[in-house]
């Protein structure tokens, strides 16, 4: 069964720092590039971050773009979301999503193109508190 799972969410003071996973059972991230969303209570899905499937191309918003760090380990295939400097409004399930093909090797999909990917995870939650 081809399986996205999310791991790492949790209740942090504004300040601090949570190191989200993305990990892939069931098939291989080597040709998949990784997105994370998130969506908070009354909101819109927002795309946040996005690395390539060879890992050499990183995309952020500019919520969290200084913030955050995305990395890919297709030796262990899993994704890695670093969140520093975490403040309230990044309160929201984050979600991981994998988009298969060629077309995304050196360059990930848009964070505006949810549409381009294959798989999702179930989500995990993150609370900051103030």
């Known amino acids: 069964q081809l399986q996205l799972v999310e791991s790492g969410g949790a209740l942090v003071h504004s300040g601090g720092s949570l190191r989200l996973s993305c990990t892939a059972s069931?098939?291989?991230?080597?040709?998949?590039?990784i997105g994370w969303f998130r969506q908070a209570p009354g909101k819109e899905r927002e795309g946040i971050s996005c690395?390539?499937?060879?890992?050499?191309?990183?995309n952020y918003a500019d919520s969290v773009a200084g913030r955050f760090t995305i990395s890919k380990d297709n030796a262990k295939n899993t994704v890695h979301l670093q969140m520093n400097s975490l403040k309230p409004e990044d309160t929201a399930v984050y979600y991981c999503?994998?988009?298969?093909?060629?077309?995304?090797?050196?360059?990930?999909?848009?964070?505006?193109?949810?549409?381009?990917?294959?798989?999702w995870g179930q989500g995990t939650q993150v609370t900051v508190s103030s």
């Open positions: 690395i390539s499937a060879f890992g050499g191309q990183t």
């Open positions: 069931g098939f291989s991230l080597d040709h998949y590039a």
């Open positions: 999503a994998a988009a298969y093909g060629s077309s995304w090797y050196h360059q990930p999909p848009s964070l505006t193109n949810d549409y381009e990917y294959d798989y």
